[in-house]
């Protein structure tokens, strides 16, 4: 049943999302991560709105607070702000070439890390390094292959 309404191949990309978060990377490159789900979430809010949404943002957000040991609500409430615009302008987002996407995804993920770091200041006195922007460019740089790595994926298992 979860196959056949494309709810477990969702389902999957969206902890494979949250794995990447938290997989040990070389402390060189740690710094550079690119933000997987925010990626995986941009391009199911632009390729599916009437099946992905608000919600959905919302409980990923919260189990994103979870597994990075946030304050209940930080993530959450970053990227549901980050996710109105690809909810709100998703056929303009689906006309753009992906270099332009790429740069809407830095745009977004900026808008996200904004908050974050904001929130995080406010709450636990967090101290800006230039460093936490890094994966704005890493994310806008891996946005190409994750789209088109994400779209055969959904034609793939027939996702609509």
């Given at each position: 049943?979860?196959?056949?309404?494309?709810?477990?191949?969702?389902?999957?990309?969206?902890?494979?999302?949250?794995?990447?978060?938290?997989?040990?990377?070389?402390?060189?490159?740690?710094?550079?991560r690119p933000d997987w789900l925010s990626?995986?979430?941009?391009?199911?809010?632009?390729?599916?709105?009437?099946?992905?949404?608000?919600?959905?943002?919302?409980?990923?957000?919260?189990?994103?607070?979870?597994?990075?040991?946030?304050?209940?609500?930080?993530?959450?409430?970053?990227?549901?702000?980050?996710?109105?615009?690809?909810?709100?302008h998703f056929q303009r987002f689906r006309?753009?070439?992906?270099?332009?996407?790429?740069?809407?995804?830095?745009?977004?993920?900026?808008?996200?890390?904004?908050?974050?770091?904001?929130?995080?200041?406010?709450?636990?006195?967090?101290?800006?390094?230039?460093?936490?922007?890094?994966?704005?460019?890493?994310?806008?740089?891996?946005?190409?292959?994750?789209?088109?790595?994400?779209?055969?994926?959904?034609?793939?298992?027939?996702?609509?």
């Amino acid at each position: 049943m979860w196959i056949k309404a494309g709810l477990l191949p969702l389902f999957i990309t969206y902890i494979i999302g949250l794995v990447l978060m938290v997989m040990p990377m070389p402390l060189f490159l740690e710094a550079w991560r690119p933000d997987w789900l925010s990626l995986v979430i941009i391009y199911w809010l632009m390729a599916l709105p009437h099946r992905v949404g608000m919600g959905t943002v919302l409980i990923l957000g919260l189990m994103t607070d979870i597994l990075m040991g946030s304050i209940f609500g930080i993530y959450a409430s970053a990227l549901l702000v980050m996710a109105y615009a690809p909810i709100r302008h998703f056929q303009r987002f689906r006309n753009y070439s992906l270099t332009q996407q790429a740069l809407v995804v830095a745009v977004l993920i900026f808008i996200k890390r904004v908050l974050v770091y904001q929130l995080e200041h406010w709450l636990n006195d967090a101290v800006f390094h230039v460093s936490y922007l890094y994966p704005v460019i890493s994310s806008a740089i891996a946005w190409p292959w994750v789209y088109l790595i994400l779209r055969k994926y959904r034609r793939h298992y027939g996702i609509q």
